[in-house]
């Protein structure tokens, strides 16, 4: 069963462009998390999918918004980018349920803003 | 979101157990406890999980206290793949067991020596 992808792997920006990047989870997981990982901040929750709603999110600006499509694949963007969004992207996805515990991470996007 | 604490780091001999840490004395009654790790260059990866009674798997055993104020993972025979961050997490299923935000502290940085 192939595991969580993300796309691209590695992206570089300039300030003030917008970004979107893609994570396709695993066969039959409905749920798609967001995660931004920072070496100050650490790992935080961005938002989560479900059925094409956003279902929680976290504590971040509107700049940064996502969708998730019927096929569960999800985007995430982040528009008028600053330095301090230099990051690693990661995406999440579960299955749907009270005994549904795990969620499943892909490798990350490393974005880099200039 | 209830809180966890674990130290910094840790130290271990391959092929010795390891003890893993956790301190969650907010917790509340529909707290799950979850452990993931993340290997150096790849999204975190799920461990284990619990609620009161301690839980074995292929990768690890929870041992949880009664009060559930604290719990360790315990690795039975640390190898060099091992290395890693751990992180605690309390997962609240209140409310039907939809919420797949993730709470991430610092974790602990497990350093295995050959």
């Known amino acids: 069963k192939a595991g969580v992808t993300q796309t691209p792997r590695y992206l570089i920006k300039t300030r003030g462009q917008q970004v979107t990047l893609s994570c396709s989870p695993i066969?039959?997981?409905?749920?798609v998390s967001w995660y931004q990982q920072t070496p100050g901040q650490g790992l935080q929750f961005l938002f989560e999918?479900?059925?094409?709603?956003?279902?929680n999110k976290g504590n971040f600006p509107g700049r940064f918004s996502g969708r998730q499509f019927s096929n569960s694949r999800s985007e995430m963007n982040v528009s008028t980018l600053e330095l301090g969004d230099s990051a690693l992207y990661l995406c999440?996805?579960?299955?749907?349920?009270?005994?549904?515990?795990?969620?499943?991470f892909g490798p990350g996007t490393r974005l880099t803003v200039t | 979101d209830a809180k966890t604490t674990q130290p910094n780091s840790m130290e271990s001999n391959e092929e010795e157990p390891v003890h893993l840490p956790c301190n969650h004395s907010t917790i509340s009654g529909t707290d799950y406890i979850h452990w993931y790790r993340q290997l150096p260059s790849q999204g975190p990866e799920y461990v284990i999980h619990g609620l009161t009674s301690n839980v074995n798997n292929r990768m690890a055993s929870l041992a949880i206290a009664e009060d559930r104020k604290s719990s360790t993972l315990i690795l039975h025979r640390a190898t060099l793949r091992d290395a890693a961050v751990y992180y605690c997490?309390?997962?609240?299923?209140?409310?039907?067991?939809?919420?797949?935000?993730?709470?991430f502290g610092k974790g602990t940085l497990l350093t295995v020596n050959p």
């Open positions: 997490i309390l997962r609240d299923v209140g409310g039907g067991g939809s919420n797949y935000k993730l709470t």
């Open positions: 999918y479900f059925s094409e709603t956003q279902r």
């Open positions: 066969s039959g997981h409905r749920s």
């Open positions: 999440a996805s579960s299955r749907v349920g009270t005994q549904n515990y795990e969620q499943y």
